[in-house]
């Protein structure tokens, strides 16, 4: 950056701090904030970390650690014996991307979990409960943890005994176990949304069985299709991710749970059902396993709430498959880290997940309504906790044009067709939100998608088929 012209900007100070985030995190909020809305420009100057401590109340160490971290994220660079200046365009300053921006991978945004992390494994070392977290418990995970867990599982609306309750290296290990504990046969086929999850493919090439793909409307997999499809396949195990499904952020409503759960008992099935969204909604959705509980495993996990590498999980299995699910645990990790396990019940337990799920529903609003107002013409924001995005393509589109014109500009998308189960085309991208490191990223991302999908729609060979 060139700072012979950079604008001293003695007008900006921060707006009074978000109480219900740390001091540093709140002081990194508003400077992001205020770079989106141009009251900080490139190039400015910001203020000297004592005149910015002054005027919010903070500590020369709170100013300290939020410029490193907006050091970190690229909001800000600063120059020996100069001071700290603006490192970030508007989306309508932004110029061509010369790094690239992941809109790939689908995680919360950041709120702060990493420290609550941090805080969490420091309390452990604190403690005098070390040595049992370094030893072989129990196939189920240690009794506290698992005690903790159920009441958050109970929580999200389904009861669950302790007995029933394994903890697993993440819910995608809960997925695994579950179709191979309720398989009657090894090439028993296993229905599941015609757009779904990536993670049923991955378990189904793994057990390598045949995956029957169910039709979906605009509440979720239709349940006709469900009884239907088992009657002409054989298949009597349905995977279902009921809630801010992945990619569609379709939700199911109660009602068709309760006709979904008819069907599995009626056929004598099961489902599986991959919760890992269930806690964003303000108010829990009952889980289909909470009206078949026999016919249910239920699966849900901590990474998408806290980060991808948190990888713990739980799976709640009926009390007749509890020794095979033993079994399953010995053959593939015997036990979840029990380190980790105990990090993420003290998060849970001490309610600082329910801080940050708050917090992560206020961003993922926020970024939603962001994406929203970019893409108003073509998007309908039906679901403002989720922090990805199911955008329809015009008729005509190639996804795999738009993809790639993308990542030639810099935007990593998820690649087309990576969720689609059936022959059907599929004409939609999914935005991952949370991933970008602020708001500001995210909008210029968007909009450089934007105007590649007006260029296609207007130049039929670049991006249309």
């Known amino acids: 950056m060139n700072r012979s012209n950079a ?21 990194l909020k508003q400077i992001e904030r205020d770079i989106e809305l141009g009251r900080l420009r490139y190039g400015d100057r910001m203020p000297a970390h004592r005149q910015l401590a002054s005027h919010v109340g903070v500590s020369i160490a709170t100013v300290t650690k939020a410029y490193h971290e907006a050091q ?6 600063g120059e020996r014996g100069r001071g700290m200046f603006v490192n970030v365009r508007t989306s309508q300053e932004a110029p061509v991307q010369h790094t690239s921006i992941d809109l790939a991978y689908n995680l919360a945004p950041n709120v702060g979990q990493g420290e609550a992390i941090y805080a969490a494994i420091r309390d452990i070392v604190t403690s005098g409960v070390r040595d049992e977290l370094l030893t072989f418990n129990s196939y189920h995970g240690l009794e506290s943890q698992r005690a903790t867990f159920s009441d958050w599982v109970t929580s999200q609306g389904l009861r669950a005994s302790m007995n029933q309750l394994f903890i697993t290296s993440g819910a995608q290990q809960g997925l695994l176990i579950a179709a191979a504990i309720l398989r009657a046969t090894s090439n028993e086929p296993v229905m599941v949304e015609e757009i779904s999850f990536t993670g049923s493919r991955a378990v189904a090439s793994t057990l390598k069985f045949p995956l029957v793909p169910v039709p979906m409307d605009e509440f979720g997999v239709i349940p006709d299709a469900v009884e239907r499809l ?17 990619p569609t952020t379709l939700t199911i409503p109660v009602e068709r749970r309760r006709e979904i759960a008819v069907i599995i008992k009626r056929i004598n099935g099961f489902v599986v059902e991959d919760d890992v969204y269930g806690y964003l909604p303000e108010t829990p959705i009952p889980p289909i396993s909470s009206f078949i509980p026999d016919n249910a495993v239920y699966v849900n996990g901590f990474s998408k709430a806290l980060t991808l590498g948190f990888r713990i999980g739980v799976m709640v299995v009926p009390p007749r498959f509890i020794d095979a699910t033993v079994l399953a645990m010995r053959a593939t990790t015997w036990t979840a880290p029990a380190l980790l396990a105990q990090a993420g019940a003290t998060i849970v337990a001490s309610g600082e997940f329910d801080r940050l799920v708050k917090l992560v ?21 039906d679901q403002p906790q989720g922090f990805h995005a199911w955008l329809p393509l015009p008729a005509g589109s190639d996804p795999n044009a738009i993809y790639v014109a993308a990542r030639n500009s810099g935007i990593i998308l998820t690649p087309p067709g990576f969720a689609v189960q059936s022959e059907t085309t599929e004409r939609a991208l999914r935005f991952c939100l949370g991933a970008p490191a602020t708001q500001t990223e995210l909008r210029t991302a968007l ?11 207007h130049h039929h060979h670049v991006l249309v088929v």
């Open 7 to 27: 604008r001293q900007n003695d007008e900006w100070l921060p707006d009074p701090l978000d109480g219900a985030l740390s001091p540093y995190l709140a002081l």
């Open 72 to 77: 970190r994220r690229g909001l800000v660079v």
């Open 230 to 246: 088992a009657r002409e396949t054989g298949a009597r195990l349905l995977f279902v991710n009921p809630t801010i499904q992945s």
């Open 361 to 381: 529903r206020q961003e993922s609003k926020e970024r939603r309504e962001i994406f929203s107002s970019v893409f108003a013409h073509r998007f309908r924001q």
């Open 447 to 457: 909009e450089i998608v934007k105007r590649l999908l007006a260029r296609g729609e």
